[in-house]
């Protein structure tokens, strides 16, 4: 291609939202033969939602509930903010009539009803810890609760396999050192996941997941947008190894991420496309910035590479 048609395919991307960092990377693009995908908000919306909550030692819900959002509101995670405003609803029900009434009554919540909690810890991958109460509890997945030597109630298993079957993600609890109770977290998928997923098998391009949850729920989600190969609980720092392993034989392979726990992984793929808002990590790992957060525009970049360069297979 001449440099006069890279700057042309440049244009195109950029009125489309499609960032492209330089010619080397819009060339690249073309012979993309794996395209992995992290899961939570690129895949999904990444807008977590609690479904459902329940606990398993006869503790009061509303009191599960404080305790758990006390300890979630110092972490940043989109599972944190899910359970916060879930236990908020769960006690403010009905009680405002207006969104600005509904606004500051969350700092209300915040600051009267939630606890104070001390030696806060994020486990990455894996959940947070800290002390409530003087006693220490754990939020997050299977994992963490295990590496603690808790064990999950046997009457509690069927709900999480019921949960996890259904593509939800499984937090779970222990207080004291005792298995205390499960929330039910959904994120929907992009409504264009499944399409973009298909369009890229009809390219030759081989869709990959990759993921920190757990191997139940990916694989659910994986099923419903139409991905075969899936690798869960993936450690945030193993992102990038996947990606390493899929280049091994000469395939040259693009990552799909927010950047949240995948900037790595944007980093070590040979075309790494940042999509949404993303971080500013994320943008500076990425060769493709993705604007519009549509997953269509995987396609787009592929498409365009392949159109420059003309490669006709
Ligand atoms: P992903 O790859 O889907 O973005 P992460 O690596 O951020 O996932 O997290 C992996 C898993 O660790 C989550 O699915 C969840 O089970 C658990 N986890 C992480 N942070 C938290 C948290 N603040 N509260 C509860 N669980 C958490
Ligand atoms: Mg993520």
Same mark, same amino acid.
């Not at 300890?71 to 769960?90: G, M, N």
């Not at 392949?306 to 297979?313: G, L, N, S």
């Given at each position: 291609a001449t440099p006069t048609a890279v700057m042309v395919a440049t244009g195109i991307g950029a009125s489309n939202g499609v960032l492209i960092k330089g010619g080397d990377a819009l060339e690249r693009a073309q012979n993309v033969r794996y395209v992995i995908f992290d899961k939570t908000g690129t895949l999904t919306q990444g807008k977590a939602t609690v479904t459902t909550a329940k606990t398993f030692t006869g503790m009061e819900l509303g009191h599960f509930l404080i305790l758990v959002?006390?300890?979630?509101?110092?972490?940043?995670?989109?599972?944190?903010?899910?359970?916060?405003?879930?236990?908020?609803?769960?006690?403010?029900?009905?009680?405002?009539?207006?969104?600005k009434e509904?606004?500051?009554?969350?700092?209300?919540?915040?600051?009267?009803?939630?606890?104070?909690?001390?030696?806060?810890?994020?486990?990455?991958?894996?959940?947070?810890?800290?002390?409530?109460?003087?006693?220490?509890?754990?939020?997050?997945?299977?994992?963490?609760?295990?590496?603690? !030597?808790?064990?999950? %109630?046997? *009457? &509690?298993? #069927?709900?999480?396999?019921e949960l996890e079957s259904n593509a939800k993600t499984g937090v779970l609890v222990a207080y004291d050192g005792i298995f205390t109770g499960i929330l039910g977290v959904a994120d929907p998928l992009k409504r264009e996941a499944a399409v973009v997923v298909e369009g890229l098998k009809k390219m030759g391009v081989k869709p990959v997941m990759v993921t920190g949850d757990n191997w139940r729920t990916a694989q659910a989600v994986a099923y419903e947008v139409g991905i075969e190969d899936v690798r869960a609980e993936v450690m945030p720092a193993g992102k990038a190894d996947v990606v390493r392993s899929f280049q091994k034989d000469g395939s040259v392979v693009a990552m799909v991420g927010d950047g949240i726990n995948d900037s790595p992984?944007?980093?070590?793929?040979?075309?790494?496309?940042?999509?949404?808002? !993303?971080?500013?990590? %994320?943008? *500076? &790992?990425? #060769?493709?910035?993705?604007?519009?957060?549509?997953?269509?525009?995987?396609?787009?970049?592929?498409?365009?590479?392949?159109?420059?360069?003309?490669?006709?297979?």
């Open positions: 959002a006390s300890a979630e509101a110092s972490s940043e995670h989109p599972l944190a903010k899910a359970i916060v405003d879930y236990s908020h609803h769960y006690h403010f029900f009905g009680k405002h009539s207006t969104t509904a606004l500051k009554m969350r700092e209300d919540f915040l600051t009267d009803w939630l606890l104070e909690t001390s030696e806060f810890s994020a486990l990455p991958g894996r959940g947070i810890h800290c002390l409530v109460n003087g006693k220490m509890i754990l939020v997050g997945n299977r994992n963490l609760l295990t590496e603690n !030597g808790i064990s999950v %109630a046997v *009457e &509690a298993e #069927d709900f999480l396999v992984a944007l980093a070590a793929a040979d075309v790494g496309m940042a999509i949404g808002a !993303g971080t500013d990590i %994320a943008i *500076e &790992a990425a #060769d493709y910035v993705l604007m519009r957060n549509n997953l269509e525009d995987v396609i787009t970049a592929i498409d365009l590479s392949r159109k420059t360069f003309a490669r006709i297979r």
